[in-house]
């Protein structure tokens, strides 16, 4: 584990942060590429990147303290802006991503599909260079396993199955699907609603494996793996549908 990349004086350089912003940086970078092509301003992208960041951070918070403990919402309200701490879900990222991209393209009068398409590799990519964050931090580990492939991180004492590398590279392997089929998919949404079925295709296989999974209240069902279920059926009517309408 590698939580700490670098420290300077009082300045402290995590990896989890640290591969953050690089998947900031890069997702920026691929999206202006796509933007050049699509005849869209960067500085809507640079505008937009950094809404979504911070709309997804929001969501992700939320989402986690809402299934880990949501009595935290009553008894200590201010832990909720504490983010250095830990805590955050993909999930409600997602969501908060989202919401903020619906805003967004509202104020500036631009179809919200666009904008999601446009952006739909970047955060597949952005979501495989984040996994190396949780490697380094050594969170987000699966179940205990005896496979050639287990990692055993100091802290959690046992051999695990690395679950943030799976995810990096089906992640990654997903990002170069949607960099290919950017050009293929003609009708507006399709490329974004393939993201959603992608990605939630790939987390419910993951969560099957992860050992840290938050839960539906009082069950033992894996939100993570329900709520991917969910996202991908309603995904795959509205591809279906859209495709249809074109």
């Keep these: ?20 912003a690089i998947a900031f940086l890069l997702g920026i970078f691929v999206a202006r590429i796509e933007a050049r092509r699509k005849k869209i301003k960067p500085d809507l992208i640079y505008d937009l990147g ?23 919402f009553i008894k200590t ?4 802006f504490k ?22 393209s509202k104020r500036h009068k631009v179809s919200f599909w ?7 590799p970047s955060i597949l990519l ?14 987000c580990y699966g179940v205990p396993t005896e496979s050639i492939f287990g990692v055993k991180f100091p802290e959690i004492g046992v051999t695990v199955h690395p679950t943030q590398l ?27 609603l393939a993201y959603l079925m992608i990605y939630n295709s790939i987390r419910v296989f993951i969560s099957s494996l992860r050992w840290d999974s938050l839960y ?12 991917s279920g969910v996202i991908f059926i309603i995904a795959l009517i509205l591809f279906v549908k859209r495709e249809k309408n074109a």
């Design 50 to 72: 950094l809404y979504i960041v911070i709309g997804s951070i929001i969501g992700a918070r939320l989402y986690y303290l809402a299934f880990s403990s949501p009595e935290i």
């Design 1 to 20: 584990m590698y939580p700490v990349i670098a420290e300077f004086g009082p300045v402290t350089i995590y990896s989890y942060g640290m591969m953050i």
């Design 216 to 227: 539906i209240w009082g069950t033992g069902l894996k939100i993570a793996q329900v709520l």
């Design 166 to 192: 799976y995810e990096l590279i089906f992640n990654l392997i997903g990002f170069f699907v949607l960099w290919n089929l950017r050009k293929k998919i003609k009708f507006q949404g399709g490329l974004f």
């Design 114 to 120: 666009v904008l999601a398409d446009l952006i739909a």
């Design 83 to 104: 983010v250095w701490q830990g805590g955050l879900a993909i999930h409600g990222g997602i969501i908060g991503g989202i919401v903020t991209g619906i805003v967004f």
């Design 126 to 139: 952005g979501q495989a260079i984040g996994r190396i964050g949780c490697f380094l931090n050594g969170c």
């Design 77 to 80: 309200p201010l832990s909720i």
